[in-house]
T-cell receptor
Framework: GENVEQHPSTLSVQEGDSAVIKCTYS??????FPWYKQELGKRPQLIID?????GEKKDQRIAVTLNKTAKHFSLHITETQPEDSAVYFC?????????FGAGTTVTVRA | IAGITQAPTSQILAAGRRMTLRCTQD?????MYWYRQDLGLGLRLIHY???????GKGEVPDGYSVSRANTDDFPLTLASAVPSQTSVYFC????????????FGPGTRLTVL
């Protein structure tokens, strides 16, 4: 089955700096890569996604890049704010199933 | 529109007891999923259903069963709970099972003693 590795497991950044989270996947047939944000005690919520026919996608301060050859994708958050503090999960979709990374806890220091 | 709801919000259960976690969506989504979330392990798929009347096993199905009698409901049953099933359980749904966005319910925190 699909294996998704996510790094780092924790990330602390100064407010206003950028944060980058990286994920790798094992199945070359994976074709959809969503990112979820989960605040403490809340449900995971989709923040951005990318499909295998696109190399980069941006939505305001967040962007995702995909390198299909290397089988890795990354989340970039620019100009971080305190409300960006949360756990972020990457995922890779193959067939019917989403496989999730273990998560990255992002802390934005004021 | 409620979206996707789960019940109960939390539950403490004695080992060996039977428990059903409920999940209902009003978005007429075809596909539904059950995940468990444990610290450091992310979200792991327990069971899924691509459409009403069909179900399949995910990554960690042992000790759990599901049914999908209609489009809206997807209950998860623990026939005889064990402490290792202590977790937060999330139900999710998507329009189809082919690369569509999955929307998550609020979760059920289950503790098995």
């Amino acid at each position: 089955g699909e294996n998704v590795e996510q790094h780092p497991s924790t990330l602390s950044v100064q407010e206003g700096d950028s944060a980058v989270i990286k994920c790798t996947y094992s199945d070359s047939a994976s074709n959809y890569f969503p990112w979820y944000k989960q605040e403490l005690g809340k449900r995971p919520q989709l923040i951005i996604d990318i499909r295998s026919n696109v190399g980069e996608k941006k939505d305001q301060r967040i962007a995702v890049t995909l390198n299909k050859t290397a089988k890795h994708f990354s989340l970039h958050i620019t100009e971080t704010q305190p409300e960006d503090s949360a756990v972020y999960f990457c995922a890779a979709y193959m067939g019917y199933k989403l496989s999730f990374g273990a998560g990255t806890t992002v802390t934005v220091r004021a | 529109i409620a979206g996707i709801t789960q019940a109960p919000t939390s539950q403490i259960l004695a080992a060996g007891r039977r428990m059903t976690l409920r999940c209902t969506q009003d978005m007429r989504h075809n596909a539904m999923y059950w995940y468990r979330q444990d610290l450091g392990l992310g979200l792991r798929l327990i069971h899924y259903s691509n459409t009403a009347g069909t179900t399949g096993k995910g990554e960690v199905p042992d000790g759990y069963s599901v049914s999908r009698a209609n489009t809206d409901d997807f209950p998860l049953t623990l026939a005889s709970a064990v402490p290792s099933q202590t977790s937060v359980y999330f139900c999710a749904s998507s329009d189809s099972s082919v690369g569509d966005t999955q929307y998550f319910g609020p979760g059920t925190r289950l503790t098995v003693l």
